[in-house]
């Protein structure tokens, strides 16, 4: 599976994983429009944790 389709298949899963929802409900709660445009508000290494940590339950994807 092509990994964009893996992303679009888990991205609600990516979405809400601990760190990631926190910081987007963070970003909301200070009015921040488009959270994961910021990489002080959503650095890529948390999307990249938050990637990682939905693979190890889903290794067939």
């Not at 899963?13 to 994961?36: E, N, S, T």
């Not at 948390?46 to 994807?61: F, G, T, Y």
Request: aromatic content about 4%; hydrophobic content about 50%; some cysteine.
């Amino acid at each position: 599976m092509a990994p964009a389709q893996w992303l679009i298949d888990r991205i609600v899963d990516v979405a809400m994983q601990p760190g990631l929802a926190a910081a987007y409900a963070a970003a909301c709660a200070r009015h921040i429009d488009r959270p994961g445009l910021y990489e002080d508000v959503i650095s890529d290494k948390a999307i990249l944790e938050a990637v990682h940590s939905v693979r190890k339950n889903h290794p067939d994807r």
